[in-house]
């Protein structure tokens, strides 16, 4: 053992490495297709209740769209746009952007909209708003944000797409009137995006599907 030239344990080691190195990368390879089709099933489960009531046959994820910085959505970073299809006629897009003056941060929404301007479903998909203040917002903890159902720029106006307390028509949440605030303004300005884009939105081409990275931000 003691006269085993160094070369020889060098080449050992070296082969050692490189069996090591093609199980790494065969493993990979043989998870990676799974984990995609794992995580493109979590999200399009995660986007039916934005979509409540509405007929479409598209899956969801494969019409991706990212819209990056500058942009005229809630949000500092990219947002995201499902387009979503019936028999390949536009019905409605989900967007994914951030109301940012939440109370503790920003706050993920997903907003859907079908194609006449009114809202299919809202949803919370990240906070770090105050539990048992902010996080009302949760469908788990209150119907709060079911009120967005069905409601456009002509229901209300405009100039009343606010909460109450502030003179507007949507309720809020007792002691805690700065994260309702957020949410109503995003979803706004998500309306208001939606209404002047609506178009161009459905024209543009999609990612390219096998980019699954999901982390834009
Ligand atoms: C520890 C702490 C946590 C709070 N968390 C929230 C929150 O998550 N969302 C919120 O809107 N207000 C939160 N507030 C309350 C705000 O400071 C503010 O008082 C409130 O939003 C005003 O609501 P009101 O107009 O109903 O009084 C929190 C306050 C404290 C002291």
Known sequence: ????PVWKSGVTLAVIAAICTALVALTFQLTAQRITDNEKAFLERNLQPALAGLFFDSPVTESRLT?????????????IVYRVYASEEPVAALFVV?????????IRLLIG?????????VRVLEHRETPGLGDRVETT?????LQFDGRS???PEPGNWKIRGDGGSFDQLTGASITPRAIVKAVK????????NR??????????????SGDED
């Open 1 to 4: 053992m003691t006269d085993r």
């Open 67 to 79: 819209i990056p910085q500058p942009h005229e959505l809630p949000g500092t970073e990219s947002a």
């Open 98 to 106: 951030s109301a940012r003056d939440g109370y503790a941060g920003p």
């Open 113 to 121: 909209v079908a194609m006449d301007g009114s809202i299919t479903g």
């Open 141 to 145: 903890k209150s119907d709060w944000i």
């Open 153 to 155: 720029l002509r229901d």
């Open 189 to 196: 300005a998500t309306l208001t995006y939606f209404a002047a």
């Open 199 to 212: 178009d161009a939105l459905f024209t543009a081409p999609a990612d390219p599907v096998d980019d699954d």
